[in-house]
T-cell receptor, first 112, second 111 residues
Framework: DAGVTQSPTHLIKTRGQQVTLRCSPK?????VSWYQQALGQGPQFIFQ???????QRGNFPDRFSGHQFPNYSSELNVNALLLGDSALYLC???????????FGSGTRLTVV | EDKVVQSPLSLVVHEGDTVTLNCSYE??????LLWYKQEKKAPTFLFML????IEKKSGRLSSILDKKELFSILNITATQTGDSAVYLC???????????FGQGTRLTINP
């Protein structure tokens, strides 16, 4: 039973660049949520995708955007990277209406 | 604004000690409270609590929720070095399926 898969595991980008992070949900799950975890902090909710649409959004600027594909996998895009975007980006999948979230191992993004 | 506060932020104890981690919350439309253990990257699920006063147990770990006073505790007895990790508390919104996390408690168990 495959869990949540995220890629890449690590990434170094320069300020002003754009980045795309990818997530494949756990088998049987249809909802994908993205979280940003800065060093020493708890994860912060970015947004959630269900049925290929953004359903919920946290307090993040429009530089953060996403997409969900028909196979339920998802991408997180961040434009015009800032040093403050350096963080661990976690993807969590779930089944709509049901309890339970499964987290991936995350992508460590470093902006220099 | 929704808020989850964990205490202490950091705790160092000796192997064999018992620890209690605290989580208080102010969240509209509460659905559940979850505890996670984060060692390196992926948070791993420990407990989900939805009803007040019912203790959940798994080996040396246990947790209980008080919905009247809006807090939960996570107890770990007979701690081991492998319990060293960041413990995260999160509250889920009813209908929203999003989690609001606390800052985490960094637990260090010394041999």
């Amino acid at each position: 039973d495959a869990g949540v898969t995220q890629s890449p595991t690590h990434l170094i980008k320069t300020r002003g660049q754009q980045v795309t992070l990818r997530c494949s949900p756990k088998s049987g799950h249809d909802t994908v949520s993205w979280y940003q975890q800065a060093l020493g902090q708890g994860p912060q909710f970015i947004f959630q995708y269900y049925e290929e649409e953004e359903r919920q959004r946290g307090n993040f600027p429009d530089r953060f955007s996403g997409h969900q594909f028909p196979n339920y996998s998802s991408e997180l895009n961040v434009n015009a990277l800032l040093l403050g975007d350096s963080a661990l980006y976690l993807c969590a999948s779930s089944l709509a209406g049901k309890y339970g979230y499964t987290f991936g191992s995350g992508t460590r993004l470093t902006v220099v | 604004e929704d808020k989850v506060v964990q205490s202490p932020l950091s705790l160092v104890v000796h192997e064999g000690d018992t620890v209690t981690l605290n989580c208080s919350y102010e969240v509209t439309n509460f659905r559940s409270l979850l505890w996670y253990k984060q060692e390196k990257k992926a948070p791993t699920f420990l407990f989900m609590l939805t009803s007040s006063g019912i203790e959940k147990k798994s080996g040396r770990l246990s947790s209980i929720l008080d919905k009247k006073e809006l807090f939960s505790i996570l107890n770990i007895t007979a701690t081991q070095t492998g319990d060293s990790a960041v413990y995260l508390c999160a509250v889920e919104h009813q209908g929203a399926q999003k989690l609001v996390f606390g800052q985490g408690t960094r637990l260090t168990i010394n041999p």
